[in-house]
């Protein structure tokens, strides 16, 4: 176990809603990275939060969104839900934005239907 | 596209034989790092080895980094079945942004 916590574990959605997933850093830890994993594949970098603060983004549309908040839990945000959306959301923690490893906690399933 | 690509894809052995996994990536990095994932789960960090290190070791682990080739590989000695999970290198760079990239990873099957 990391200390690191995401919920809900599973996920429903319809095609066009939206959805908020949150993760609980492991204690004093101030960075927060999150990840879209496909099935068969390797985590996709979304973006990363250090103190509140995106620093860092990978590869997605502005339909996803995130926020760090005051004691460094995290949401992540995905509006107009598309079928390609359904995917295994990791978030990590870590103690800085690079150079130290990152704990991960268990993750989300997401099934866009 | 993935800055890390692992090689092989999937690899089966006995239980006690050692296991190689490579890793190749395209830019420069700041630190390359192994973790391995059992069936879907979250990701369990394995090592760290810095851009400025040559090899790292971590009990059956070792891992070797040459940033002249951009490769990496991990070695997991005397194997056992609960090695059994997809292990992946992620690097960490730090360009308009910072960003971690995975590979699609390596499945190892240890039989017992």
């Known amino acids: 176990e990391t200390g690191v916590t995401q919920s809900p574990t599973h996920l429903i959605k319809t095609r066009g809603q939206q959805v908020t997933l949150r993760c609980s850093s492991q204690?004093?830890?101030?960075?927060v990275s999150w990840y879209q994993q496909a099935l068969g594949q390797g985590p996709q970098f979304i973006f990363q939060y250090y103190r509140e603060e995106e620093n860092g983004r990978g590869n997605f549309p502005p339909r996803f969104s995130g926020l760090q908040f005051p004691n460094y839990s995290s949401e992540l945000n995905v509006n107009a839900l598309e079928l390609d959306d359904s995917a295994l959301y990791l978030c990590?923690?870590?103690?800085?934005?690079?150079?130290?490893?990152?704990?991960f906690g268990p993750g989300t399933r997401l099934t866009v239907t | 596209s993935q800055q890390g690509e692992e090689d092989p894809q999937a690899l089966s052995i006995q239980e006690g034989e050692n296991a190689t996994m490579n890793c190749s990536y395209k830019?420069?990095?700041?630190?390359l790092q192994w973790y391995r994932q059992n069936s879907g789960r979250g990701l369990v960090h394995l090592i760290l080895?810095?851009?400025?290190?040559r090899e790292k070791h971590s009990g059956r682990l070792r891992v070797t980094l040459d940033t002249s080739k951009k490769s990496s590989s991990l070695l997991i000695t005397a194997s056992r079945a609960a090695d059994t999970a997809s292990y992946f290198c992620?690097?960490?760079?730090?360009?308009?942004?910072?960003?971690?990239?995975f590979g699609a990873g390596t499945r190892l099957f240890v039989k017992a």
């Open positions: 204690s004093g830890h101030n960075t």
């Open positions: 992620a690097t960490q760079v730090n360009t308009g942004g910072f960003k971690t990239i």
């Open positions: 830019t420069s990095i700041n630190n």
């Open positions: 990590a923690s870590s103690l800085s934005g690079q150079g130290f490893e990152q704990y």
């Open positions: 080895i810095r851009s400025n290190e």
